[in-house]
């Protein structure tokens, strides 16, 4: 079966603290994608990374990066130096093929809270 | 601004009925997916579409279909609603079909209650 876990449910630090975001899968297959979305507090969704299970090099994109290991199927993430604007909930997810087509199994999110 | 426009904001009805959610994508984005985010599911991907073909089916239900249409906006139709279908649902696109192989620009979603 395949599953994504995100265990934290809500997260607060205090701004300029780094924080990290995790993140585990379950799948028995080879091939797989996997994401992170953000939630802001105004309701929208936005796209912020996705991996293929066959590049397992870290990414980094300004303050934020994403650690995949495949020994522990994790995909997490990590915000450096935090900022209020970076409160939001965060999901992760898994893409793969199942039965001819591709499914995308989310987490249940984590909110992260910045205080100022 | 994602680029991608989803029509009504809001939308209130009663159970029973059939209700239609417009998406446009960005411009030149060939493939749309529909998202549904409720209290109970959590976030739920829908359907995917690549120039007017299915390329991607997730958790949608029988009594919801959706289409793409040649000039590439797509319509997610919810018939014979029932109060569980109360959530927000949002549209994407992005410029190819590979899942996993491109960036998702989303809309502003549209939000449905059942009464």
């Known amino acids: 079966a395949q599953k994504v876990t995100q265990a934290q449910t809500e997260i607060s630090v205090v701004e300029k603290e780094d924080v990290t975001l995790d993140c585990v899968y379950e799948?028995?297959?080879?091939?797989?994608?996997l994401f992170w979305y953000k939630q802001p507090p105004s309701g929208e969704l936005v796209f912020l990374i996705r991996?293929?299970?066959?590049?397992?090099q870290n990414e980094i994109s300004g303050r934020y990066s994403w650690n995949f290991q495949k020994s522990t199927s994790s995909f997490n993430f990590t915000i450096t130096a935090s900022q209020v604007v970076d409160s939001a909930v965060y999901f992760c997810?898994?893409?793969?093929?199942?039965?001819?087509?591709?499914?995308?199994?989310f987490g249940t999110g984590t909110r992260l809270k910045v205080l100022a | 601004d994602s680029g991608v426009t989803q029509t009504p904001k809001h939308l209130i009805t009663a159970t029973g009925q059939r209700v239609t959610l417009r998406c446009s994508p960005r411009?030149?984005?060939?493939?749309v997916y529909w998202y549904q985010q409720s209290l109970d599911q959590g976030l739920q991907f829908l359907i995917q579409?690549?120039?007017?073909?299915e390329r991607a089916k997730g958790n949608i239900l029988e009594r919801f279909s959706a289409q793409q249409f040649p000039d590439l906006h797509s319509e997610l139709n919810l018939s014979s609603l029932e109060l569980g279908d109360s959530a927000l649902y949002f549209c994407?696109?992005?410029?190819?079909w590979g899942a996993g192989q491109e960036t998702q620009y989303f809309g502003p979603g549209t939000r449905l209650l059942v009464l």
């Open positions: 799948t028995r297959d080879t091939t797989y994608y």
């Open positions: 994407a696109s992005s410029v190819a």
């Open positions: 411009s030149g984005d060939l493939s």
């Open positions: 997810a898994l893409s793969l093929l199942i039965s001819g087509t591709y499914k995308y199994i």
């Open positions: 579409y690549y120039n007017g073909e």
């Open positions: 991996r293929n299970s066959f590049d397992e």
